[in-house]
């Protein structure tokens, strides 16, 4: 595997109304999307860092993975996953070589993401406990 950068950063956040303004000021640039991923059930918002970005995540459900990563982190945010951009090899050839390698998967297959891109995790067990995402960008093949 040989991901070109980091694609974003994942932060949750319990609002983002009040995190985005936040991140305005911390990153000197403005939010450009927020979206609903009813899939993960969270919303969603993306701001550039350089070549990064990084996604605010708000959850819409006490069910949501997002909203039980903050109740286990004593009820507050914090970063919750690092991606990365594997859009060169694929997402899911990238998917099966972490298979290979002994990496325990969370996704088989990828799975449509914010943006638009194909994502799949890896577990966090295989991980030195960093959930990690593989994404593609279909647009930029
Ligand atoms: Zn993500």
């Given at each position: 595997?040989?991901?070109?950068?980091?694609?974003?950063l994942?932060?949750?956040?319990?609002?983002?109304?009040?995190?985005?303004?936040?991140f305005?000021?911390l990153l000197g640039t403005?939010?450009?999307?927020?979206?609903?991923?009813?899939?993960?059930?969270?919303?969603?918002?993306?701001l550039m860092c350089g070549q990064t970005k990084i996604?605010?995540?708000?959850?819409?459900?006490?069910?949501?993975?997002?909203?039980?990563?903050?109740?286990?982190?004593?009820?507050?945010?914090?970063?919750?996953?690092?991606?990365?951009?594997?859009?060169?090899?694929?997402?899911?050839?990238?998917?099966?070589?972490?298979?290979?390698?002994?990496?325990?998967?969370?996704?088989?297959?990828?799975?449509?993401?914010?943006?638009?891109?194909?994502?799949?995790?890896?577990?966090?067990?295989?991980?030195?406990?960093?959930?990690?995402?593989?994404?593609?960008?279909?647009?930029?093949?």
């Open positions: 595997m040989k991901p070109s950068h980091i694609e974003h994942g932060i949750a956040v319990k609002s983002l109304e009040q995190a985005i303004p936040f305005e000021t403005k939010c450009y999307s927020i979206e609903e991923v009813a899939d993960q059930k969270v919303r969603t918002a993306f996604e605010l995540l708000e959850p819409t459900s006490e069910e949501s993975t997002i909203a039980k990563f903050m109740e286990k982190n004593g009820g507050r945010g914090g970063v919750h996953h690092v991606a990365f951009d594997v859009t060169e090899q694929g997402a899911q050839a990238a998917l099966d070589e972490a298979a290979g390698l002994g990496i325990q998967l969370i996704d088989k297959a990828p799975r449509r993401g914010a943006e638009g891109l194909n994502i799949g995790f890896l577990h966090p067990k295989s991980t030195f406990g960093v959930l990690t995402e593989l994404c593609e960008n279909p647009n930029k093949k």
